[in-house]
C-alpha cells in the first residue's frame, strides 16, 4: 500500500512539472516567434522601400544623365524574408504533446473492496453455517441465535466450543472483510498507481523533447530578431541617405544639366558618393536569413556588420558621430557565448553518467 501511495504521489509530481514544463516552453516559443515575426516584417518593409522606390528613383534619374561614369548595379531580389522563415516559423507552431492524465479508478477499488468485505463475510457465515450443523436456509442467517452461534464458532468455537465468543467472532469477522477489502484496494490501486507512474514518465520525457526542441526554435528566433532589429534600423540611415543622394541628383540635373562632364568637382563626387552606397546597399538586400537547415544565415550577420560599416562610413563623411546603439559584433558574440556555454552544460551532463560506466567497467 506504502509504494502504491509513493508511486501515485511520483506520478503526480511528475504530470505537474509536465504542466508547468510545456507551459514555460509554450510561452517563451510564442514571445520569440511574436518578435521574430515582427523583425522579419519591418526589415522586409525597409528592403522593400529601398529597392522598389529609393533605388528605382535613383536608377531613373541616373539614366538621365549622360557621359555619366559606369554604375553597374546589380539585381534586386524579389524574395521576402518572412516567405525565407516559414519553415523556422512551422517549427515554432508544432502541436504540443498532450499530458497524460492520471487514472483515478478509486470508484472500482471502493466497489470490489465493499464486495469482496462483502463475500468474506457471507463465506465465512456459510463455513461456520455448515461446521455447526445449521441447515443452508435463509432463516439461519436472519435468525438471531442462529448468528450468534455462527459468530461464537467463528470466536474460537472451531478450535474448542467452550471458548467460543460472539464478540471475538463479530471482531474476527470484521477484521477478515477489512483486510480482505484492504488486499483487493491495494491490488487494484498497486496496479493504477505504476501505469499512472510509467504514462507520467513517458509524458514527461516527450514534453521535455519537446521543450528541448522549442528552446533551439526560439533560440534561433531571438538571435534572428536582435540581427534583424540593428538590420532595420542601418538600412534605415542607409535609406534616409539615398533619399539624400536623390534629391541632391535631382537638384544637380535642374541647376547644371545632364551632361556629366559639365558637372562641377562638387557634384562629381556627391554623385560618385551616391553610386558607391547605392552599389553598397544592393547586395545587403539580395541576402538568406535562413540555412536549409533552420540555422541563422552566415549571409545575414555578414550584412548586419556591412549595413553598420556603411552608415559609419557614410556618418563620418557627413561630419556625424555613429548613434549609440548595439553593435553588430556584440550580438553575435553574445549569441556565439550562449552557443558556447549551451554545448559545454550539455558535456557536463554527459559527464557523470560517462564517469560510471567507466566505473562498472
Not at 8 to 27: D, G, M, P, V, Y
Not at 55 to 68: A, G, P, T, Y
Not at 200 to 217: F, G, P
Not at 280 to 295: D, F, H, K, Q
Request: net charge negative.
Amino acid at each position: 500500500m506504502f509504494s502504491t501511495l509513493k508511486n501515485q504521489s511520483k506520478a503526480t509530481e511528475l504530470i505537474q512539472k509536465a504542466h508547468e514544463t510545456i507551459e514555460e516552453a509554450t510561452a517563451r516559443i510564442d514571445r520569440a516567434k511574436e518578435r521574430f515575426v515582427e523583425a522579419v516584417s519591418r526589415s522586409d518593409n525597409i528592403r522593400e522601400r529601398i529597392g522598389k522606390k529609393s533605388i528605382v528613383k535613383f536608377q531613373n534619374l541616373l539614366k538621365r544623365m549622360r557621359n555619366e561614369p559606369p554604375a553597374e548595379l546589380p539585381p534586386l531580389s524579389d524574395t521576402l524574408f518572412i516567405e525565407q522563415s516559414e519553415p523556422l516559423i512551422e517549427m515554432a507552431e508544432t502541436k504540443t504533446p498532450a499530458v497524460a492524465r492520471l487514472a483515478k479508478k478509486k470508484g472500482w477499488a471502493l466497489f470490489l473492496s465493499f464486495f469482496t468485505a462483502v463475500l468474506t463475510v457471507g463465506v465465512a457465515f456459510l463455513i461456520a453455517a455448515l461446521a455447526t450443523g445449521k441447515p443452508l436456509k435463509i432463516e439461519t442467517f436472519t435468525q438471531k441465535e442462529s448468528i450468534e452461534a455462527m459468530l461464537r464458532w467463528i470466536g474460537g468455537g472451531a478450535y474448542d466450543p467452550s471458548i467460543g465468543n460472539t464478540v471475538y467472532g463479530a471482531i474476527g469477522l470484521g477484521l477478515a472483510a477489512l483486510a480482505a477489502a484492504l488486499i483487493v484496494w491495494s491490488m487494484v490501486m498497486s496496479g493504477t498507481s505504476k501505469r499512472n507512474l510509467k504514462n507520467a514518465e513517458a509524458s514527461l520525457l516527450a514534453i521535455e523533447n519537446y521543450a528541448d526542441e522549442t528552446a533551439d526554435a526560439a533560440e534561433t528566433m531571438e538571435y534572428l530578431a536582435s540581427l534583424l532589429e540593428k538590420y532595420y534600423k542601418d538600412m534605415e540611415i542607409c535609406d534616409s541617405f539615398i533619399n539624400e543622394f536623390n534629391a541632391s541628383l535631382e537638384r544637380i540635373l535642374l541647376t547644371e544639366g545632364e551632361d556629366y562632364d559639365k558637372l562641377s568637382d562638387a557634384s562629381k563626387q556627391a554623385l560618385s558618393r551616391a553610386i558607391d552606397t547605392v552599389t553598397s546597399v544592393i547586395p545587403l538586400l539580395n541576402i538568406t536569413i535562413l540555412t536549409t537547415e533552420n540555422g541563422v544565415s552566415g549571409q545575414l550577420e555578414n550584412a548586419v556588420k556591412e549595413a553598420e560599416n556603411c552608415v559609419r562610413k557614410l556618418l563620418k563623411e557627413s561630419g556625424v558621430e555613429m548613434p549609440a546603439q548595439e553593435s553588430s559584433e556584440v550580438i553575435v558574440l553574445g549569441y556565439a557565448e550562449k552557443e558556447e556555454s549551451q554545448v559545454s552544460k550539455e558535456s557536463s551532463s554527459e559527464t557523470p553518467e560517462a564517469s560510471d560506466q567507466a566505473e562498472k567497467a
